[in-house]
């Protein structure tokens, strides 16, 4: 069952534009939410004020994936890297993070959101690792959109963990190391269990991965726009959306057509 975030019970769910095959749609979308500080910068405002604003626009998308039946979002809030930032910016992100996910618990709950946080959550602040605990707890057996928020996330740190794991595994007699595949691969990463992504969004324009879902995303399909993270409306996802739909997947095989 698939419902409305709502801000409100009674916000109805919005339907599926009539532009969009709701057959393709993509299973699975990642988004890369970048240019919150330049989207501020352009107003005169502190950098800051662009990451509030971008809570914005992820529960406007969030909302929007749901109730147009997207299966999972995988959003990436907070890099590996994004810590070599300015003190200040990084605790009002781990802040914003806290107050976001307290006040939006209940809603994500009502509408049957499956909350998960991706990355090396004991590198943040307890307050958070104890929310982040409750969150995915409270929300474990809702069957509405996998909604995945990578946080303190690198993809890189991502496959390391998962071969130094299976390591750990062979080396206790667990495992016969000669028997790991892409299967048991895939089943030590952060998304074991997740479809890999179909559709990666980028906003603000970067051409560039940035570290993110360097396994899982081998086949997406990259939609990279200029629209600024807290900008990303209705538009820009049926944008993304109708990019993806024209796309022709391979696979690395041929089509009927060529
Ligand atoms: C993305 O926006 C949010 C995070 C990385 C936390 P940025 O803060 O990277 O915004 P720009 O790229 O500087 O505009
Ligand atoms: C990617 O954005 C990380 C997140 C959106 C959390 P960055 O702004 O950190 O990436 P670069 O530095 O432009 O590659
Ligand atoms: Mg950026």
Redesign the pocket.
């Known amino acids: 069952m698939s419902r409305a975030l709502a801000t409100t019970p009674s916000t109805p769910p919005q339907p599926l534009p009539s532009q969009l095959d709701g057959t393709r749609l993509p299973a699975h979308v990642a988004l890369?939410?970048?240019?919150?500080?330049?989207?501020?910068?352009q107003r005169g405002l502190p950098?800051v004020m662009?990451?509030r604003a971008?809570v914005e626009a992820l529960k406007r998308t969030l909302r929007l994936c749901s109730d147009w039946g997207i299966g999972a979002l995988t959003a990436?809030?907070?890099?590996t890297e994004?810590w070599t930032?300015p003190g200040e910016?990084v605790t009002f992100?781990m802040t914003l993070f806290e107050s976001v996910l307290a006040r939006e618990l209940e809603a994500l709950e009502r509408e049957q959101v499956r909350i998960r946080f991706l990355g090396d959550l004991e590198a943040l602040p307890s307050r958070l690792q104890d929310l982040i605990a409750a969150a995915t707890a409270r929300t474990a057996v809702n069957d509405g959109i996998h909604f995945n928020v990578c946080t303190n996330y690198g993809g890189r740190r991502e496959l390391v963990r998962a071969a130094r794991r299976l390591a750990q595994r062979a080396a206790a007699g667990e495992l016969d190391a000669a028997t790991i595949d892409e299967a048991l691969f895939a089943d030590e990463l952060f998304t074991a269990g997740e479809v890999d992504p179909d559709l990666l969004i980028r906003?603000?324009g970067?051409q560039r991965i940035s570290n993110f879902l360097l396994w899982q995303l081998a086949y997406a399909e990259l939609h990279i726009t200029e629209v600024?993270?807290p900008d990303f409306d209705q538009a820009a996802l049926l944008a993304a959306l109708l990019d993806y739909q024209g796309r022709t997947r391979r696979f690395g095989g041929i089509t009927a057509a060529s």
């Open positions: 890369i939410m970048d240019g919150n500080g330049r989207w501020a910068r950098r662009g990451h971008g990436y809030a907070f890099s994004n930032r910016e992100l906003t603000s970067e600024l993270w």
